[in-house]
């Protein structure tokens, strides 16, 4: 007679986590989706400061930096504002964050379009993964940091779909607007990050 509480437990709990993998599957493909509508609409590569409303801030969508594809991928996904969430981390945790600017304070205008405070925001708030070269290891809708060559940091979302060789393909805008492309292994990793809920 125990056996089948047992068992009827056991069968909600495989309902309840193959649910809650499905939502976060639906989440990620989402956030593929509207990182993908940029492709043939942001056309350039521009990185000028530009003073931004707050919140919600962003730099007319034809052109951009490869951090505004992400920015504007996760509001439009799961209506996370990078802008206010990036600037109120900020405020509360200045000293976490890199110096790579000679801020003495937040800009609510530029922070988050910057890939090494993208970088720190997502360790505190994002599940970090171990730097892998295995294609397997890569989910869409996950966000991958890397070293351009000059010491440039670059981010990306990685795409549901994959090259001939298996390896997923990435959405980012490298220089010439945004593009969807065989880049995940082209330059050395720097950080891989998953959001959950």
Request: glycine share 6%; proline share 6%; net charge positive.
């Amino acid at each position: 007679m125990n056996k089948y509480p047992r068992l009827l437990a056991i069968l909600v709990s495989i309902l309840v986590v193959g649910t809650v993998q499905s939502e976060e599957t639906g989440k990620s493909l989402k956030l593929v989706a509207e990182a993908r509508k940029q492709v043939g609409v942001t056309l350039e590569y521009d990185s000028a400061y530009v003073a931004l409303k707050y919140p919600k801030g962003d730099v007319p969508l034809d052109r951009g930096v490869c951090t505004d594809v992400v920015i504007r991928a996760l509001r439009d996904s799961r209506d996370m504002d990078l802008q206010k969430l990036v600037h109120e981390d900020m405020k509360a945790n200045f000293s976490l964050y890199p110096r790579h600017w000679g801020l003495s304070k937040p800009d609510r205008n530029i922070d988050h379009r910057r890939v090494p405070n993208l970088q720190t925001y997502f360790r505190r708030h994002a599940i970090s993964l171990s730097l892998s070269k295995k294609s397997e290891d890569y989910k869409a809708g996950d966000i991958v940091t890397c070293m351009l060559p000059g010491n440039l940091p670059h981010i990306m979302i990685v795409s549901d779909k994959k090259s001939p060789s298996n390896v997923p393909l990435v959405i980012h805008n490298i220089g010439r607007g945004t593009k969807e492309e065989g880049s995940l292994f082209a330059f050395p990793t720097t950080g891989h990050y998953r959001l959950g809920e």
